[in-house]
């Protein structure tokens, strides 16, 4: 269950992310309020992941999933650049989540 809760989690600061880029820095309601209201529940839902995963691999995952989402989506949707250098960072980003979780099995 803490793995559901760690994806909700993922997944509500993704969109909260997201929303952030269409407040136009909180000039508009509706994107604001779905920023605010998506980082509380991320938050909440983090918190209750640490109740079954270790800080460290749950905070590893919630943000280099993150990140690298954040970084797909803005290069798909958003009209970043897509470049090799940042390709590569995203799949850095991944490589060291997994790292960390290898490495810290009991």
């Not at 800080?55 to 970084?71: E, F, N, R």
Request: proline fraction near 1%.
């Amino acid at each position: 269950m803490g793995y559901v809760m760690l994806a909700g989690a993922i997944l509500s600061e993704v969109g909260a992310t997201t929303a952030m880029k269409y407040s136009e820095g909180f000039s508009r309601l509706w994107p604001s309020l779905l920023t605010v209201a998506g980082y509380v529940l991320a938050f909440g839902l983090l918190s209750r992941t640490l109740r079954s995963l270790d800080v460290g691999t749950a905070y590893a995952i919630w943000a280099g999933a993150g990140t690298a989402l954040i970084a797909v989506i803005g290069m798909i949707f958003l009209g970043e650049a897509v470049t090799v250098a940042r390709l590569a960072g995203v799949l850095l980003v991944i490589g060291g989540v997994v790292l960390l979780n290898l490495g810290g099995a009991h």
